[in-house]
């Protein structure tokens, strides 16, 4: 396999890094209580602000993208949060799974050169 198509390969599973990081949120949200007020405003209100902090400082057309490496720390912070929410909702394996795979991914990205995108 091409240099050329690992690196597409990334991008596609950084993004789908992305969506799975909202998403163990989003189980944690809904798991951390029995009260459906705290559920609805965890389960939503995190993953909300995670795409809020990512969209305004992280992404590639953030309005106030943030340089490295404090845009790096962000990135450890919400990846980081999403392999907690899991761990703490009893996905110890999928946590781990994410938790590792954004680390490859993102010194995949130092590597090739992919911090601009």
Do not use: C, H, Y
Not at 1 to 29: C, K, V
């Amino acid at each position: 396999m091409s240099e050329r198509r690992m690196r597409d390969i990334n991008l596609g599973l950084r993004f789908i890094l992305e969506m799975a990081a909202l998403l163990a949120l989003l189980i944690w949200g809904f798991g951390a209580s029995d009260q459906l007020v705290v559920q609805l405003i965890l389960g939503l209100g995190a993953p909300a602000l995670a795409m809020l902090v990512w969209g305004t400082f992280v992404s590639p057309k953030a309005p106030r993208r943030l340089d490295d490496p404090v845009r790096v720390g962000v990135e450890i912070v919400i990846f980081g949060l999403g392999a907690l929410a899991l761990i703490a909702s009893g996905l110890l394996i999928p946590g781990v799974l994410l938790a590792a795979a954004a680390g490859i991914s993102l010194v995949l990205m130092f590597l090739w050169d992919q911090r601009g995108m």
